[in-house]
C-alpha cells in the first residue's frame, strides 16, 4: 500500500454509504470528505465538505450528481487515461448491466440524467462503482452509449 502513496482521507459517495465511516475514522483518524447530506449522521466526527472545484488530497476532482441519491458525488483523476469514481448514480451488476441507478432509487431522475452528461466532458479509461464490476477501458465511449440509449429511449 506504501508505494501508492497517502491515503488522504474517507469519501463517502453519497449518505447511503455512511455505513462503515465512523469505524474508519475511528481506526485510521482520517477526515471523512462528502457533501452535507452524507455527513450529517457524523456528528463529533473530523469531517470535511467534499465541494466541486476543491479536490480531495490535491488528487480527485469533486463533481456533484444532482438528482440520484442525497449527498451523490463523483470523483475524478485524469492520470492514466483518466479514472471515474461514483457512487451510486451508476451501477454495473446484474441484472440490469452497466445502467443509471434505478429510479425507484433516485431523487429526481431526470436531473441525474442531465448531471451525469458532465462526467462526458472529462477523458475517461476506468469506471469504479460503489455497485458493480468495473469499467477498465474506454470508459468514456460505454458512458456515452449508456447516455444516449438512455436519451433515445427515455419516456
Do not use: W
Not at 56 to 75: H, Y
Amino acid at each position: 500500500m506504501a508505494q501508492l502513496g497517502a491515503v488522504a482521507g474517507i469519501v463517502l459517495t453519497n449518505a447511503n454509504h455512511e455505513r462503515a465511516a465512523a469505524q474508519f475514522f475511528n481506526r485510521f483518524s482520517l477526515p471523512i470528505f462528502g457533501r452535507p447530506e452524507s455527513l450529517a449522521a457524523l456528528k463529533g466526527k473530523a469531517t470535511i465538505e467534499a465541494v466541486e472545484g476543491k479536490k480531495i488530497g490535491g488528487e480527485l476532482d469533486v463533481i456533484p450528481i444532482e438528482g440520484a441519491a442525497p449527498g451523490e458525488i463523483a470523483l475524478y483523476h485524469p492520470g492514466n487515461g483518466g479514472t471515474l469514481i461514483v457512487g451510486d448514480a451508476l451501477i454495473n451488476f446484474e441484472p440490469y448491466g452497466f445502467a443509471l441507478l434505478p429510479p425507484k432509487y433516485c431523487r429526481n431522475e431526470k436531473e441525474m440524467r442531465r448531471s451525469l452528461l458532465q462526467l462526458l466532458l472529462r477523458p475517461t479509461e476506468r469506471l469504479l462503482f460503489a455497485h458493480g464490476t468495473p469499467i477498465l477501458s474506454g470508459g468514456t465511449a460505454r458512458l456515452r452509449r449508456l447516455l444516449d440509449s438512455d436519451l433515445q429511449y427515455r419516456p
